[in-house]
């Protein structure tokens, strides 16, 4: 079976739902994942925006230190170094330069993003600290890899956050 990620709020390549966007409630979305490579000591997961102004990727979410036994991120993961319930994880932190998950918030008129959720079955342990960048994660990571997945979520910002936070509630 293939290591694949899934989001029970959007499928792969579809848009986010407001709720996930920094202008909505700005909740990490719930994540799931199967055919966990035999061999998984960890997991990582780095969300990313490829699309965002800038030379570099913007960095939406750095966790790791995700037991090997999990198999899911609950929506609304705290946005705190450590998590202890209802999973254990360590959080880094993301290009806003805070601990967990920012949700997408592209400048207005910007056009279509790309948000890359990848997870990777890692074949050892890292005992990580908190608040490591995506960097330093990356490196961290590197020859350590057994599999990843991938999910890609789109979001787009055309107009003020009121407008859109009312078609949400409706």
């Not at 932190?93 to 997870?119: A, D, E, Q």
């Amino acid at each position: 079976m293939a290591f694949r990620l899934k989001c029970a709020a959007f499928k792969d390549q579809e848009m986010i739902p407001v709720r996930y966007a920094g202008e909505g409630s700005d909740v990490s979305p719930p994540l799931r994942w199967s055919g966990v490579p035999v061999g998984t000591e960890e997991f990582a997961l780095i969300c990313e925006d490829p699309d965002a102004p800038g030379d570099e990727p913007f960095i939406h979410w750095v966790i790791y230190n995700i037991s090997p036994n999990t198999t899911f991120l609950p929506e609304g993961v705290p946005g705190q170094p450590t998590i202890e319930v209802p999973i254990f994880a360590t959080q880094g932190t993301n290009s806003f330069g805070n601990f967990g998950y920012g949700g997408p918030m592209p400048p207005i008129g910007h056009g279509l993003h790309h948000y890359i959720f990848r997870l990777y079955a890692l074949n050892q342990k890292l005992g990580l600290p908190p608040g490591i960048s995506e960097t330093e994660l990356r490196k961290a990571i590197e020859g350590k890899i057994l599999d990843a997945a991938q999910l890609v979520g789109k979001y787009i910002r055309e107009k003020v956050a009121e407008e859109q936070n009312v078609q949400e509630s409706a």
